[in-house]
């Protein structure tokens, strides 16, 4: 143990006196007085008082005595005070008293010298026992002796000090907390915390040395710097100690996730070691979804069809406590995979307007492949601030993804990688069906890759399938290595002229109805035309015989000709209609053209000529169509375009005579123009 430094006089201010009275040195003792050898009559009186310590904790009955707060005493040390003794020769000048300091028997520093007379000096006298001397646990034994001037000693009993370093623990890290009533899980909830009279109750683990005055400090979580409860009037015990912390010391920090925390104090303010083990605790504190109810797939048993047109969805019919933006999690687990995707829910599901959630077809592929039949147990958990709530009920849910050209990318139904098909008309055109072409087609394409025995194939012309029932694939077709169909006239004409049709084939495996479909590849057909469309006519024009009409100034034909195009049975809305204009002159006969021209501009139809009142009325200018000849013929057609853009057709030409000339000689209308 260091020795102290301490080796100066004591103070000769004289802060206080003492008041006891002096002894005359010369005179003799008593026999009474004398020393009584110990164990043979009680210990006399001493002639010095034991030394007094000054900064130990207050005296409790069941501690120690001078029981150290530790860090004072390996910081501050022990600061202890010792009252005057009898001065026995107290001459100004003469030989100093001595005291020597023991610590457990062992001299302390050196020998202090008390200058004469004591009345002089400062008392009680006051030192310390440095604390790197008196750091470690234990108990230590404080005494002094006095050499005195006058060549006596003086022994003073022996002050006991303590210095616990140990702690209630003895050391050990203590186990976490153990959460009672008032928790669910790990998880405390306002319902949970209603259950239990608003109020968590937890278990603290037991000290492993109790002592009076230990106290037991709480933390909501272990980075609090002060506590949230702190207990004193511990058992003596080391049995756990049970804890209550009322609701409303729990819920002001809101939904979160603490790690609480506590330690024990004893007396001395040591410390178990902090943290100890943690207990994490979730406080829920916003009501969380519960009572979910059972979701459902109503498409299933799924097949590759539903994946398609995303029907392949999970139902789910409401639950308590929705909020908007709410997390709902779904689970698939299968032989193959378990997958967990996620989905928010912006409004509430219902009974009647249940949330619709899609599963992706990736999930749909990992949970049961492409290659058979196979079933998924699902069920659905809903996350509110990210918390997840207990899950669902679970369901079984079949399904059947497997085709005879599928793709583990993409659902389908088309194809990118199938043969395209060509098609080949009867006058050896390709992918086009010319105008007039009354022949049969044919439609070839290469076998797939994977053809099997068994599969089912089906062209289709512009969505009109070609196979009734659908073409069973053979070896014979793989070997070959081509797929061909004949397109008849029949079905061509049924589906009319088209630009651009579309031309496929579907494929299923012959075991399920799953189709695989090729990319289309488009047909020009041109092959039907319009017939029988009716010429123009002409309502103001007179028959004159001979099959022939004509229009002359009795029907005021200087104002124009009046014109007429009615077919109630090919002209429908939509179609475009081109009307050309001829005119010769002079002389019905005559070959020379005066105008030729299309009479712009074109007309569409607005409504179907079968229709009450249906038909297209014009008037055919007179100065730019007719004026240029006095006696002359017209001959006049129009062309059809239909509303398909394909279809076209042209009508029968009509013929008009037309003369201006009156009786008088004179002519109807401005004279042609001379150029």
């Not at 098609?423 to 290469?446: F, H, M, R, W, Y």
Request: aromatic share 8%; glycine share 8%; with cysteine.
């Amino acid at each position: 143990m260091a020795k102290s430094n301490n080796t100066q006089p004591a103070s000769t201010d004289k802060k206080s006196r003492s008041s006891a009275t002096e002894v005359n040195f010369n005179s003799s003792n008593g026999p009474l007085a004398e020393p009584v050898p110990q164990g043979l009559a009680p210990r006399a009186p001493r002639a010095v008082d034991d030394i007094v310590v000054t900064n130990a904790l207050p005296h409790d009955p069941g501690l120690p005595p001078n029981l150290m707060e530790t860090i004072v005493a390996q910081t501050v040390g022990v600061n202890f005070e010792i009252k005057k003794w009898t001065d026995t020769f107290p001459q100004p000048g003469t030989n100093p008293d001595e005291l020597q300091l023991y610590v457990n028997g062992v001299p302390y520093g050196k020998r202090i010298e008390f200058i004469k007379p004591l009345d002089d000096l400062t008392w009680p006298y006051k030192s310390n026992i440095k604390g790197d001397d008196i750091a470690n646990h234990g108990e230590y034994r404080l005494s002094y002796e006095l050499f005195l001037a006058t060549g006596k000693n003086e022994p003073s009993g022996t002050t006991l000090v303590n210095v616990d370093t140990v702690g209630p623990a003895g050391g050990m890290l203590l186990d976490a907390i153990t959460l009672g009533a008032g928790a669910v899980d790990g998880k405390v909830t306002l319902t949970s915390l209603a259950a239990n009279g608003d109020k968590l109750t937890c278990s603290v683990p037991g000290r492993l040395i109790a002592r009076p005055l230990d106290t037991l400090h709480i933390y909501k979580t272990y980075t609090d710097a002060e506590p949230i409860k702190i207990i004193t009037n511990l058992p003596l015990d080391t049995s756990p100690i049970e804890v209550s912390l009322p609701k409303d010391d729990l819920i002001d920090d809101g939904t979160r996730v603490d790690y609480m925390a506590y330690r024990y104090f004893d007396y001395s303010k040591n410390s178990t070691i902090y943290p100890p083990k943690l207990r994490e605790i979730e406080y829920i504190l916003t009501p969380q979804p519960e009572n979910l109810s059972d979701p459902a797939v109503p498409a299933a048993p799924l097949d590759l069809r539903d994946a398609q047109l995303k029907l392949a969805e999970v139902h789910l019919f409401g639950y308590d406590n929705f909020r908007p933006g709410q997390i709902v999690q779904i689970e698939l687990v299968s032989a193959l995979s378990t997958q967990i995707f996620p989905h928010t829910l912006p409004t509430e599901p219902t009974p009647t307007e249940p949330a619709k959630i899609e599963i992706p077809w990736l999930i749909l592929v990992a949970i049961y492949g492409i290659t058979g039949p196979g079933t998924a147990s699902l069920r659905y958990r809903v996350v509110e601030e990210g918390k997840p709530s207990a899950w669902s009920n679970t369901i079984t849910v079949a399904a059947d993804f497997s085709s005879a050209a599928g793709d583990p990318d993409d659902p389908g139904p088309v194809r990118d990688y199938l043969p395209l098909v060509t098609v080949t008309s009867s006058e050896g055109l390709v992918n086009k069906i010319g105008p007039g072409d009354t022949g049969n087609a044919t439609a070839k394409c290469n076998v797939y890759t994977g053809a099997a025995e068994g599969h089912q194939l089906q062209f289709y012309w512009g969505g009109v399938p070609i196979y009734t029932p659908p073409r069973t694939v053979t070896q014979a077709d793989i070997d070959e290595g081509t797929f061909a169909v004949t397109i008849t006239a029949a079905v061509i004409a049924e589906g009319g002229n088209e630009l651009g049709k579309k031309v496929w084939y579907s494929l299923t495996n012959g075991v399920n109805d799953n189709v695989d479909t090729s990319q289309s590849t488009p047909v020009d057909v041109l092959a039907s035309e319009l017939q029988n469309l009716t010429a123009p006519q002409f309502p103001k024009s007179i028959d004159i015989g001979g099959g022939f009409r004509s229009i002359n100034c009795a029907q005021s034909v200087e104002l124009g000709i009046d014109t007429s195009i009615v077919d109630k049975v090919n002209l429908k809305q939509g179609d475009t209609i081109r009307r050309f204009w001829t005119l010769y002159g002079e002389g019905f006969n005559s070959t020379n053209k005066l105008v030729e021209a299309e009479i712009l501009p074109p007309i569409v139809v607005a409504n179907d000529h079968s229709l009450p009142g249906g038909g297209e009325n014009f008037l055919v200018d007179f100065a730019t169509y007719v004026q240029p000849a006095i006696l002359g013929r017209v001959e006049s057609y129009y062309t059809v375009l239909k509303a398909d853009g394909v279809t076209q057709g042209k009508s029968p030409t009509a013929v008009l005579l037309v003369s201006r000339r009156n009786a008088e000689f004179g002519i109807c209308g401005a004279p042609p123009v001379t150029p």
